[in-house]
């Protein structure tokens, strides 16, 4: 397990450094960023697609470990890239969001509730 050890600041160095020496920077807008991270999750979402219920998926998360870590994979580095191009702290962003989302489901409320906020 490298998750305890590596910083999103070494990935997104990593995620630079490849991008850098191919000189795609020049294709990263933020629409295409933004449709790269879609595009990659509907892939990820590709893998689920037959799956009758949430057994079936989590044995299809076994059998395709290696498509699923890739497609994951994928997702993060195109959402570093992005937080690269446009100066976005990944962290702050998650730790803000975190808080946010905490107002918005407060525990009391929401606990075990499968329901949307405007819902609760
Ligand atoms: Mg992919």
Known sequence: ???KTTTIAELQQKA????????WRQFH???????????????????????RDQKEAAQLVEEKKEAVK???ADIVFATLVF???????LSEAIIEKIAHNAKKYPIEKAKGMNK????L
Do not use: P, Q, V
Request: one cysteine or more; aromatic letters at 10%; glycine letters at 2%.
């Open 70 to 72: 890739h497609e994951l």
């Open 16 to 23: 630079a450094s490849f991008i850098n020496e191919r000189n």
């Open 1 to 3: 397990m490298i998750d």
């Open 29 to 51: 807008g933020a629409k295409n960023l933004s449709m790269a991270i879609t595009l990659e999750a509907a892939e990820l979402m590709e893998i689920f697609t037959w799956a």
């Open 116 to 119: 949307k906020y405007n819902e």
């Open 83 to 89: 937080c690269d191009e446009f100066n976005i702290d």
